[in-house]
């Protein structure tokens, strides 16, 4: 069975300061993708962004990257230079073979002015 | 940019009554779930369609949820009766293919039942 595990119910950050949202997951399949969506309140999910598991080079988006640990079966979020924009909830997300995703039980982020 | 479409985006029922919700996903995307995110947790799925086949409804209730894509484009999610534990955001997704592909989400429909 697939787990992903978001140990952070709820988060802060300063606004222009960095932020790091932890991700464990569990599985046995060697091929696999990674991802983490944001939904603000009240609007859509969207990407932010994604990690094939073959790779062994971190993913960046912007103010975005992560820290893949494959062996760790770790996956956390930085965000750098935080904005307003960014309080939102975080979902990580794991998908293998067959498209299905299994998603974490998501982290509140708010950004304090 | 091409958005997946869901109406509508707030439901209020009474228990026992029939829902209906409606999906139009990206044009060309041959692949359509259903999830269920219930306040606080992350989405579930429900049921996967690629084109107009199911490929996977495990979790899907069917003694009272049925799906269809009858032409493999746009799909409709039923529930009859609604339950006073169906209250829950119902969120749509679509990608290209059934692959390692990434899935883009509909704005959802908050569905409250009183």
């Known amino acids: 069975a697939q787990t992903v595990t978001q140990s952070q119910p709820e988060m802060s950050v300063q606004e222009a300061e960095t932020v790091t949202l932890s991700c464990t997951y569990d599985t046995s399949e060697s091929n696999y993708y990674l991802f983490w969506y944001k939904q603000p309140p009240s609007r859509q999910m969207i990407l932010v962004i994604r990690?094939?598991?073959?790779?062994?080079q971190n993913a960046t988006e912007n103010r975005f990257s992560v820290n893949f640990q494959k062996a760790a079966k770790s996956f956390s979020l930085k965000i750098s230079d935080s904005q307003l924009g960014d309080t939102a909830m975080y979902f990580c997300?794991?998908?293998?073979?067959?498209?299905?995703?299994?998603f974490g039980t998501g982290t509140s982020l708010t950004v304090i002015p | 940019e091409a958005e997946v479409a869901q109406s509508p985006r707030y439901k209020i029922t009474e228990k026992s009554q029939a829902v209906a919700f409606w999906c139009d996903p990206i044009s060309g995307h041959a692949t359509l779930y259903w999830y269920r995110q219930i306040l606080g947790q992350g989405p579930e799925l429900l049921v996967q369609f690629q084109d107009e086949s199911v490929v996977d409804d495990s979790q899907l209730p069917k003694d009272r949820f049925s799906a269809e894509r009858l032409k493999g484009v746009d799909s409709t999610l039923k529930i009859q009766p609604a339950e006073l534990g169906d209250s829950a955001m119902y969120l749509c997704?679509?990608?290209?293919?059934?692959?390692?592909?990434?899935?883009?989400f509909g704005p959802g429909t908050r569905l409250l039942v009183l």
């Open positions: 990690q094939e598991a073959y790779k062994q």
């Open positions: 997704a679509s990608s290209p293919y059934r692959g390692l592909e990434t899935q883009y």
């Open positions: 997300a794991f998908m293998f073979t067959g498209n299905q995703f299994y």
